[in-house]
């Protein structure tokens, strides 16, 4: 058998919600002594924040295209109006890609796997010219992967958009393998269905739960701290909505009215809107001076794991994507749960249903429908202020959060998708 170390390539789609968690898999995959080559753009790989001395980065600048703003490098950085000129720009990719696979095979290095983002269907086609298998990463719930399957451009144009579709639908068919960022304790019900919904092995890779690396941080976060240093232990509701679904005006008026009439207290990250609103029109009148001591938001970046960790912290108030799910139910937090857009919401559906670790903002219809501020009011007093509502909820979430702290079960999943990797590589090669 050849002694070398497998080689692999983690290339995620250009988003946080994707390069967090593939960050974190190729960190393990690398403890474990392959060698892991981590390829996003340059800017990308310097926001990333910490270092992993065991992982080779890979930058490939981003061609610049027309409608792109300056630096811009990650959904983070776009409006969604301008989000096909990410797109653009990542096919730009292809050409710089495909020769950083040619020259590791020149240099003795071939690259044994690639694990991709389905967003990057042109790097699968472009392993297989070279005979590199793929690994396709969801780093989604494994409910919402079987919720939605393999996307069918006719059928779900109602919830994808159709280039999503193809680039996902061509991405999968190049795979060897599927892995999906869970496990059979935290998903008991979906997890073994993906290989029949699929037609392929789907390995779950475990939860990837992100290390606690936010730090001291600056002034503001010691302001923070302070604050919730004042408040009474489980008490205050965090609120962050991720960074890829800024809130409309009318939805930003409606949560925060709703927070003000909940009683409860509150530290709220709020995203400003790509060339929107300055922050005299984020708020309604009135609304910082009738909450000061009680609520607190903040417009630039919070420590969000330092301020989940926080004793005072009773709930988290989210979007629903899973990074977020993980982060909060780690610290056995009730979620109150605005879901924006497709997976968020089956998300939202199983933990409310199925395991019972929170509570919905009621909406005017089903997806996407309007939210007003006695919905939100009502889910942040089910969650911290009805005593009755928040012991159920944080039992629940308690024994969620035990799940995603059980090191070993993490581990074991990644134990066993390297055997994966190395059964299939020793299957095709005859060594």
Known sequence: ??????????????????????????????????????????RNIARLRRPCPSVEFVELPLPRVDGLPDGAEATTDVPDHMSSALWKASDGLTAPFSAFLDAAAAAGNKVDWLILDGMLSWAAASAADRKVPCVL?????????A?????????????????????????????ELLAVR?????????????????????????????????GDGDGDTALMSS??????????????????????AEQRRELALGLELSG?????????????????????????????????????WVPQLKILAHAAVGAFLTHCGHSSVIEGLRFGHPLVMLPLFLDQFTN???????????????RDGEHGGAFDRDGVAAAVRAAVVDEESKKALAANAGKMGEVVADTECHERCIDAFIQQ???????????
């Open 182 to 214: 869970s496990c059979v304790e935290f998903e008991p019900e979906s997890v073994p269905l993906l290989s029949n919904i699929f037609g392929k092995p789907v390995v779950p890779i475990g939860l990837l739960p992100p290390p606690q690396v936010d």
């Open 421 to 431: 990797l190395r059964s299939y590589t020793t299957t095709r090669t005859g060594y």
């Open 1 to 42: 058998m050849d002694a070398s170390p497998l080689h692999v390539v983690v290339f995620p789609w250009l988003a946080f919600g994707h390069l967090l968690p593939a960050l974190e898999l190729a960190g393990r995959l690398a403890s474990r002594g392959l060698r892991v080559s981590f390829v996003s753009t340059p």
């Open 264 to 300: 409860a207290p509150f530290l709220w990250a709020l995203r400003k809107p790509h060339g929107g609103d300055d922050d005299g029109g984020l708020l309604p009148p009135g609304f910082e001076e009738r909450t000061r001591g009680r609520g607190m938001v903040k417009t630039e």
């Open 137 to 145: 990463m969801m780093p989604y719930t494994a409910t919402a992967c």
């Open 147 to 175: 919720h939605f399957g393999v996307p069918d451009e006719a059928r779900d144009a109602d919830r994808f958009p159709s280039a999503i579709a193809r680039r996902f639908v061509s991405a999968f068919r190049s795979s």
């Open 348 to 362: 939202a559906s199983y933990l409310e249903g199925a395991r019972g670790v929170g509570v919905q903002v009621a």
């Open 227 to 248: 604050w919730l240093d004042r408040q009474p232990p489980k008490s205050v509701v965090y609120v962050a909505l991720g960074s890829e679904a800024p809130l409309t």
